[in-house]
């Protein structure tokens, strides 16, 4: 089992930065790649951003490209997600994730395994 706390959510103007961390413990191990994923009311939960574990491969929602960057430490089992220019679009429960990247035939996708409880990012005036 893999336990994922999230912090540094809360309320923020738009135009302004906020980030996101996720601490991870339990089986370690076993995580190849970590990402996060959002859920705004009504909406479908999306993958914001997604990394492996070596921090070579990245995954970014088209939406927050140029504006999002996530990153991680291995050593302390934590992964990041900086957020910039926020926009309230961006408004939503943000879960942190543990998992893999599949490589297939068709292209490479982040899978979760296992989520955090969230942590509520509100952009608003």
């Known amino acids: 089992q893999v336990q994922l706390v999230e912090s540094g959510g809360g309320l923020m103007q738009p135009g302004g930065s906020l980030r996101l961390s996720c601490a991870a413990s339990?089986?370690?191990?076993?995580?190849?790649?970590m990402g996060w994923y959002r859920e705004a009311p009504g909406k479908q939960r999306e993958l914001v951003a997604a990394?492996?574990?070596?921090?070579?491969?990245?995954n970014y929602l088209d939406s927050v490209k140029g504006r999002f960057t996530i990153s991680g430490d291995n050593a302390k089992n934590t992964v990041y997600l900086q957020m910039n220019s926020l926009k309230p679009e961006d408004t939503a429960v943000y879960y942190c994730?543990?998992?893999?990247?599949?490589?297939?035939?068709?292209?490479?996708?982040?899978?979760?395994?296992?989520w955090g409880q969230g942590t509520q990012v509100t952009i608003s005036s």
């Open positions: 990394i492996s574990n070596s921090g070579v491969t990245t």
């Open positions: 339990g089986t370690t191990f076993r995580i190849n790649a």
């Open positions: 994730s543990a998992g893999r990247f599949i490589y297939g035939n068709d292209g490479n996708y982040y899978m979760g395994d296992f």
